[in-house]
T-cell receptor
Framework: EADIYQTPRYLVIGTGKKITLECSQT?????MYWYQQDPGMELHLIHY???????EKGDLSSESTVSRIRTEHFPLTLESARPSHTSQYLC??????????????FGQGTRLTVV | LAKTTQPISMDSYEGQEVNITCSHN???????ITWYQQFPSQGPRFIIQ???TKVTNEVASLFIPADRKSSTLSLPRVSLSDTAVYYC??????????????FGRGTQLTVWP
């Protein structure tokens, strides 16, 4: 079982509120990712991190921000939530194995609804 | 910007074998082919990974021809619980690949009773 956790699992919040989605992994992985996914649609990478103090924007523009102060923790923040932010947010981490291949693990996701 | 191509959807009946093919014409030498499964409202889950020839685990088999430009995920005797979206990815040690895990639309597999 993958040791990557996201909280909350579900969140319903009013417009204009500040929210932080938590993501933690206990596998010591350097690389972590945030994806956004609408129902029936593909996963879009919105943020990724190569390690502590290293964050970059993904391919889908997002008003959210991320931080990576500790290896195990990669929170995502929305300063002012809007209905257009309603979506599922998935966190993942990956590591390069000795054989040269990569394993990536996902959390269960946070279903965000902004009303 | 997904690097792989796979069918949008497939249908099957319980007990049948399902084969989902993925094209990756520009796969890098060091990249591994990796398949994930995703159920609604959950994160993708790793199924199987391989570099060449055939790999088998308790869930599926993965066939990769010598040119590595395609791969086939084989699910033996599917059940209703195998209904999910299946993604094919290239994962390797290359910086651009590791930095951006690209998921396309995947293949929606629906298993009927």
């Amino acid at each position: 079982e993958a040791d990557i956790y996201q909280t909350p699992r579900y969140l319903v919040i009013g417009t204009g509120k500040k929210i932080t989605l938590e993501c933690s992994q206990t596998m010591g992985h350097d690389k972590m990712y945030w994806y956004q996914q609408d129902p029936g649609m593909e996963l879009h990478l919105i943020h990724y991190s190569y390690g502590v103090n290293s964050t970059e924007k993904g391919d889908l523009s997002s008003e959210s921000t991320v931080s990576r102060i500790r290896t195990e923790h990669f929170p995502l923040t929305l300063e002012s939530a809007r209905p257009s932010h309603t979506s599922q947010y998935l966190c993942a981490s990956s590591a390069l194995k000795k054989q040269g291949n990569t394993e990536a693990f996902f959390g269960q996701g946070t279903r965000l609804t902004v009303v | 910007l997904a690097k792989t191509t796979q069918p949008i959807s497939m249908d099957s009946y319980e007990g049948q074998e399902v084969n989902i093919t993925c094209s990756h014409n520009n796969i890098a030498t060091n990249d591994y082919i990796t398949w994930y499964q995703q159920f609604p409202s959950q994160g993708p889950r790793f199924i199987i990974q391989g570099y060449k020839t055939k790999v088998t685990n308790e869930v599926a088999s993965l066939f990769i021809p010598a040119d590595r430009k395609s791969s086939t995920l084989s699910l033996p005797r599917v059940s209703l619980s195998d209904t999910a979206v299946y993604y094919c990815l290239e994962l390797g040690r290359g910086g651009s690949t590791l930095g951006r895990l690209y998921f396309g639309r995947g293949t929606q597999l629906t298993v009927w009773p």
